[in-house]
């Protein structure tokens, strides 16, 4: 192994609204490796690829490529030093050929038009040289996505990139694709260009990777040699608790059966199977946590749930009614509540007042509207009431919701989803990106409603939340459930781990129990 | 009816429909650059419109046909920066900008008009210069082919010229892969270092300035003065055409070629005894009929794709 | 003082700054092209308020405007780019007249029919292009651009076919009987009981627009389509509505104007006012309470401007440059935003301080 080529030192990274993205971290890569870098969502990988990468600039600290202090300000300044990205969302243009793709921006020229055959040649003599076989003549949107991401590689190459970043490469590909990717990279290796890894998947890491080194929270947490340490502590490492927001709850008394998913199966535009007949229920008066690394078919199967989406094989009842032909409107009407994880998009309409984004899902009942005339007064006080209940910031229910901060902006969704009397409640993400008084208050907030009855379904990467909120919790990985544990206080955050990274996958009574309630 | 299969087959009629094609040529192919870049250019028809004023002021002032058809060009280029700088600069809703400066060149033009005409109509008083017709030996002597391909506007040959020369521009030379690149995935572009809005720029000036000789053609060509909205709405027709072209220069010259086909049938039909007003509407009715049936068969596609993956 | 105050603020701050820089530019091309400079600017300034019947032509102009700016606010809020409008004001027209000629209703009835008719062909025209979009995704810009020019063709095929006087030296209808005609209602002008119906029309949209659950449902739809699907509203549906009552309030401003301000049918052409909705709602933030000011606000450049046409040797299509650049600076998100942002930031630290002192 050779020396060090890429030193990142002290990096400090604070985001405009405060948020530390990482805090002195140290990242060394040495030349001709495959380096992991692990952590959990948030933990500050991205923000730190995009950093070297040129997307980002730090606070404080500095990137040292082979020894020598650089400035990265642009992507343009992180190729010209040897930097190359790989993307998770390709940066390909589908109507035009890999060739097309590979020389864009630094094209082949003759007498003023592209050299075409140049194109190609350039392509194959690359690709022949790292062994990474495409068809230059073909186009990218013809080609699955492992081949893209094949290009994406030989775009990088050919701009001469010695270091390359692969953000989450494995998590598009089929486990074949996967497997013929690695081979890929040990090529890249012993041709001497060095490769940063960035997974949630210890498999993988132990398959290829020299070295790892774990970002928690935003801070570096150690560096190893990956043939030192096992999976466990790995995990160990990676999916601690930093900060424990302990909450005081009574055991749950669950009743009858409010959300029964039954082997839904979900294959996305793609091609790709997301969801592998999962199967999971949840009762009144119960929270039921599904923790996993995101990815793994949450958002989907909540999009599927509130009918968002629509799903072909299997059945999702609530409250005793199959929502396969049923409108949004109808699915709400059954008594569902919905927390979207992305909040702008779906949570609020910015440009709205917060009394506007508050009747979005009852402004056609008859106490909001008489014959269609909206009931102003009515309105008004109920608005008031809930920014009272609620807990809003705000100087009125007139003022438009994107002048609240993130965190109050949440209180108005959960304002609208908790006070329309639920049955369930599917809460995705609910605390992203707010401030602690916020998140606490939401747990308040959904605790009462368990003990008022109200069955809640709580989606998470966030593992303390989803540990301390839940009363039963199951473990989404791959699409499936792997795991399902009754008590989740009798669970261990190291346990919870191996089931998030698929080390570990339960197959037993527990789950056949689950599918049949 | 009898009387108007004899007149569509003949070689006057056909050699109509060319000549009735060109401006909408023009600005489809005018549309097809922009749209290529990721900017939709309302403004084609304003822009034409300008275009023909201009033309017909500055070659009765010179004198000179390449001056006045120069001048056009130049004022497509002009109005198509004004279109940029206001919705890449400055954030305008380039839909708006566009409706705009159609708006702008409606009012506009006749007030130039006025100024140097002394009238609110037409340009008559004006001795301007007309873009001449030429026959092209060989090809004339071709029995019915010469009669319908020889002895056009040198403008209606470098519209179809310029079908070739846009295909050329676009698929096999640097800038034209990058305006695609832009207009198709504007990430893809930056991420290899290629200027966004640049690319832009460049593609609305080229647009603007093939939307200028499409407005030249009108009033230097197609009749030899200019009238108020004499554009008629050609380059809302060119936006259709572009569509139903898939954006092509092929496909779009093809469907420019049926509503250029609809226009002379409408010229023709006026001989006829059918209500002129449905005679008018041919053109327009033929566009919304075609992007429907676009509509139609792009919906279809998407649904085939989706069923087909599942 | 609220941040949300200082939106507000910045919003009118905008528009007259807007208003400023492309009464300033029409300045310097009067002041080019013209000899007699200030009896131009005097007359186009002035002008409309220089006489009873002057500003009464201002009044009457601004009633199509009322009707033609609401029917593109409804549809912009609604996020639709259908250009109908001037389709619709057009059939609206001829509808009428159809009315106003083959029937023989009492005087209080008459009109009241013939524009309840040209608003349903208004708003069956505005159904078409939403139809298309829902149904298949054809644009609805394109497809509605070109419908206008069949509206035009069409309804003047329909008006000649059936109520064409063939004595009248002009294409135009029969005379309309006296029952038909909206009454003048000031003496020395033109105004006509339309402003009424004008007026009504103002209220009718904005109570539509801002308390109805129809019109909170296409207000949603308009700001963030996803969000309004995620609630459980029938997005479809909404498109489609709001294109078709667009249509409608175009249909009833042509009948109100055709039976207001002429005696028989004669557009040969289409009017325009389609277009010189966007430019009123545009100005009135697309919220029909600032519609009348923004309709009269152009009816006043536009009279003052034919005023200035026919006193001095400038022609009154100067005002095209004034539209223009009024549209696109009003449109355009960085024009002074800037300045803005910095006062916002400022404010909410001013407010931090006095927090912590």
């Known amino acids: 192994m050779g020396n060090e080529i890429l030193l990142m030192k002290n990096i400090t990274k604070v985001y405009p609204n405060g948020i530390v993205a990482n805090k002195d971290v140290n990242f060394s890569v040495n030349e001709g490796e495959i380096h992991a870098l692990m952590g959990e969502n948030g933990a500050g990988k991205s923000t730190l690829m995009k950093m070297l990468f040129g997307l980002e600039t730090p606070e404080e600290g500095e990137i040292f490529i082979n020894g020598k202090a650089i400035k990265i300000d642009s992507p343009t300044t992180a190729i010209k030093n040897g930097i190359g990205m790989v993307h998770q969302h390709f940066m390909l243009v589908p109507s035009l050929t890999i060739a097309e793709n590979m020389v864009l921006g630094i094209e082949p020229r003759k007498n003023g038009f592209i050299d075409f055959k140049k194109a190609v040649a350039i392509t194959e003599e690359i690709s022949k040289k790292y062994n990474l076989i495409v068809d230059p003549e073909a186009k990218i949107e013809d080609l699955p996505v492992g081949m893209k991401q094949k290009v994406e590689i030989l775009k990088a190459l050919l701009r001469g990139a010695e270091i390359l970043i692969l953000d989450e490469p494995t998590a598009v590909l089929t486990p074949q694709e996967t497997k013929e990717l690695f081979e890929e990279l040990v090529t890249l290796k012993e041709k001497g260009h060095t490769i940063i890894f960035i997974s949630h998947k210890l498999k993988e890491i132990k398959e290829i990777c020299d070295r790892i080194t774990i970002l928690r929270g935003g801070r570096s947490v150690g560096v190893h040699h990956v043939k030192d340490v096992t999976q466990e502590e790995i995990s160990r490492l990676m999916v601690g608790r930093d900060v424990v927001l302990k909450i005081d709850k009574t055991p749950a008394k669950p009743k009858e059966i409010v959300l029964k998913v039954k082997e839904v199966n979900h294959i996305d535009v793609m091609g790709k199977n997301i969801l592998n007949k999962i199967s999971f229920f949840v009762r009144e008066g119960e929270i039921v946590g599904i923790a996993g690394v995101e990815g793994n078919g949450q958002r989907e199967l909540i999009e599927l749930i509130t009918g968002l989406d629509q799903y072909d094989e299997g059945s999702i009842v609530i409250c005793d009614k199959e929502i396969r032909d049923l409108t949004i409107k109808q699915i709400r009407d059954l008594g569902i509540s919905h927390i979207s994880e992305d909040r702008m998009t779906y949570g609020v309409a910015e440009f709205a007042s917060i009394e506007e984004n508050i009747i979005s899902d009852r402004f056609d009942n008859k106490d909001l509207n008489n014959k269609g005339l909206l009931k102003i007064r009515k309105i008004q006080s109920l608005v008031k009431q809930l920014i009272d209940d609620y807990k809003v910031k705000c100087d009125n229910g007139q003022q438009p919701v994107k002048m609240l901060s993130g965190g109050n902006i949440q209180k108005v969704v959960v304002a609208r989803e908790f006070s329309s009397s639920p049955k369930i409640i599917i809460a995705n993400q609910p605390t992203r990106g707010i401030d602690v008084g916020a998140i606490e208050f939401i747990y308040e907030k959904l605790i009462q409603l368990r003990d008022e009855g109200v069955g809640v379904l709580l989606i998470s990467s966030d593992l303390n939340e989803v540990m301390e909120l839940s009363d039963r919790l199951l473990v989404m990985y791959g699409g499936e459930v792997v795991a399902s544990f009754e008590d989740s206080t009798k669970v261990t955050e190291e346990e919870l781990g191996m089931y998030m990274l698929g080390i570990k996958k339960q197959v037993f009574e527990e789950k056949r129990r689950v599918e049949n309630e | ?310 | 003082m609220s941040n949300k105050k200082i939106e507000t603020q910045f919003e009118i701050i905008r528009t007259f700054v807007a208003i400023l820089m492309a009464m300033t530019l029409a300045l310097l091309i009067i002041l080019l092209v013209s000899k007699q400079p200030v009896d131009a600017l005097t007359s186009f300034l002035t002008g409309p308020f220089s006489s009873i019947r002057r500003f009464g032509n201002v009044i009457e102009m601004t009633i199509p405007f009322v009707f033609s700016g609401l029917a593109v606010c409804v549809m912009f809020q609604a996020k639709q780019f259908n250009m109908i409008g001037e389709g619709a004001f057009y059939v609206g027209g001829v509808a009428a007249s159809f009315i106003a000629v083959k029937f023989l209703l009492p005087a209080g009835i008459h009109p009241f029919a013939a524009i309840l008719f040209g608003g349903v062909v208004g708003g069956l025209v505005g159904l078409l292009p939403g139809f298309l979009k829902v149904k298949w995704n054809a644009n609805e810009l394109v497809s509605s651009l070109m419908l206008n020019y069949v509206c035009l063709y069409l309804g003047l095929y329909m008006m000649k076919s059936t109520i064409r006087d063939p004595n009248a030296g002009m294409i135009g209808s029969y005379v309309f009987p006296e029952t038909a005609m909206l009454k003048k209602i000031l003496a020395g002008t033109r105004i006509h009981s339309g402003l009424f119906i004008a007026i009504l029309f103002i209220a009718l949209t904005y109570l539509f627009m801002y308390r109805t659950k129809w019109g909170y449902a296409l207000r949603m739809t308009g700001l963030n389509e996803s969000f309004a699907k995620y609630s459980g509203i029938n997005t479809k549906r909404v498109i489609i509505y709001s294109q078709v009552i667009g249509g409608l309030i175009a249909g009833i401003g042509g009948a109100t104007e055709i039976l207001g301000m002429y005696q028989r049918f004669q557009w040969s052409a289409l009017p325009g006012y389609g277009f010189d909705g966007i430019i009123i709602a545009i100005l009135a933030r697309n919220n029909p309470i600032f519609v009348p000011i923004a309709a009269f606000f152009l009816a006043y450049l536009r009279v003052g401007a034919d005023i200035m046409a026919r006193m001095t040797d400038v022609p009154s299509e100067v005002i095209s440059a004034i539209q223009a650049i009024i549209i696109v600076l009003i449109a355009a998100k960085r024009f002074l935003a800037k300045w803005q942002h910095k006062r916002i930031i400022k404010n909410s630290q001013e407010k931090l301080a006095v927090k912590e002192g």
């Open chain 2, 1 to 310: 009816m009898e009387n108007l299969l004899p007149i569509i087959f003949s070689t006057s009629f056909a050699y109509s429909v060319l000549r009735v094609t060109t401006p909408i040529l023009f600005a489809s192919l005018a549309a097809i650059i922009s749209d290529k870049a990721g900017v939709i250019n309302i403004g084609l028809e304003g822009i034409m419109l300008f275009a023909a004023l201009m033309g017909v002021i500055s070659s009765a002032f010179t004198q000179s046909v390449l001056i006045g058809v120069l001048c056009a060009v130049a004022t497509g280029v002009l109005l198509s920066l004004v279109l940029a700088y206001f919705s890449l600069n400055l954030k305008s809703d380039i839909i708006l900008t566009g409706i705009a400066l159609n708006l702008f060149s409606s009012g506009g033009t006749v007030f130039l008009l006025f100024l140097a005409a002394q009238d609110k109509g037409i340009s008559v008083s004006l001795q301007s210069k007309v873009v001449p017709e030429i026959s092209i030996p060989l090809i004339n002597s071709i029995p019915v082919l010469g009669e319908i391909l020889s002895g056009h506007n040198i403008l209606t040959y470098v519209s179809l010229l310029c079908v070739f020369l846009i295909h050329l521009f676009l698929y096999k030379t640097p800038l034209g892969l990058r305006i695609r690149a832009v207009g198709e995935t504007p990430n893809a572009a930056d991420s290899v270092g290629i200027s966004v809005r640049r690319i832009q720029y460049m593609a609305l000036m080229i647009s603007g300035a093939l939307a200028g000789l499409g407005g030249a053609y009108m009033s230097m060509g197609y009749v030899s003065w200019f009238s108020r909205d004499m554009t008629a709405g050609r380059g809302f027709i060119a936006l259709a055409a572009e569509a139903m072209g898939r954006g092509t220069p092929l496909g779009t010259f093809l469907a420019a070629i049926i509503f250029g086909f609809a226009d002379a049938l409408s010229n023709v039909m006026q001989s006829l005894r059918v209500p002129a007003e449905f005679v008018q509407m041919i053109p327009y009715v033929t566009t919304i009929l075609g992007l429907v049936i676009y509509s139609i068969k792009q919906n279809n596609k998407i649904k085939k794709y989706r069923r087909n993956q599942v």
